[in-house]
């Protein structure tokens, strides 16, 4: 998280604003690679970077629910409705990160601390 003292540099806003933004394309591959290269670097990127990887891993167990509940047919909307989350809410994120915000998703398991 940044400091309230410091804002985080203009650096640190687009890669974390790209960082949620890849997640919508590339699932959680974006938020782990920047997570593992970039976490000693900065505190901000860092904490969005661990923020995006966990809801993308959140939604990846979702997909896999949903899929197993294709079979009795209420899986088919679970899919749709967990895919258009998935782009609104990185959207919010990538928004929020590009103002120099602290984000936080909804409905996320932190897995990663």
């Known amino acids: 998280m940044a400091n309230e003292n410091t804002s985080p540099s203009n650096d640190d806003k687009n890669i974390a604003t790209i960082t949620h933004l890849g997640g919508t394309v590339f699932c959680f591959v974006p938020a782990l690679i920047v997570w593992i290269l970039k976490k000693d670097d900065s505190e901000y990127i860092a904490d969005q970077a ?20 294709v079979w009795i047919l209420i899986g088919f909307a679970f899919l749709g409705i967990i895919w258009l989350a998935n782009i609104v809410l990185c959207i919010v994120a990538a928004i929020s990160t590009s103002k120099g915000e602290t984000y936080r998703y909804p409905f996320t398991l932190r897995l990663i601390n």
């Open 50 to 69: 661990k923020e995006a990887l966990n809801f993308q891993i959140t939604v990846l167990l979702a997909y896999f629910v949903s899929w197993i509940l």
